[in-house]
């Protein structure tokens, strides 16, 4: 079982940066960032495997960056340039399963708590 901590959400102005983090339990194959806003479904935005192969949805190419410090098992996610669009939570998700669709909810057995992110 992989427990998943999320840390660095906030109430930011637009143009601003953040850095959310998740740090895992364990070692899973794959971490990704979902975000939710509400009214709207949960969506994948960046994600990670353990070969530091990074993909991310088309909505959020240029401005997010996903990396991985496997000494810690932990994720970052840097944000850019946040927009209003931005505001969510913003969940972690690990998977322990070779390969499968990053941006998929389905693919990840372990989430986070969440982490509140707001921009005006």
């Known amino acids: 079982h992989v427990q998943l901590v999320e840390s660095g959400g906030g109430s930011v102005q637009a143009g601003g940066s953040l850095r959310l983090s998740c740090t895992a339990s364990?070692?899973?194959?794959?971490i990704a960032w979902f975000r939710q806003a509400p009214g709207k479904e949960r969506e994948g935005v960046a994600g990670?495997?353990?070969?530091?192969?990074?993909y991310y949805a088309d909505s959020v190419k240029g401005r997010f960056t996903i990396s991985r410090d496997t000494s810690k098992n932990t994720v970052y996610l840097q944000i850019n340039g946040l927009d209003p669009v931005d505001t969510a939570t913003y969940y972690c998700?690990?998977?322990?399963?070779?390969?499968?669709?990053?941006?998929?909810?389905?693919?990840?057995?372990?989430w986070g708590q969440g982490t509140q992110v707001t921009v005006s």
């Open positions: 364990g070692s899973p194959y794959g």
């Open positions: 990670i495997d353990r070969d530091h192969n990074a």
């Open positions: 998700a690990a998977s322990s399963w070779y390969g499968g669709p990053m941006f998929t909810s389905t693919y990840y057995q372990y």
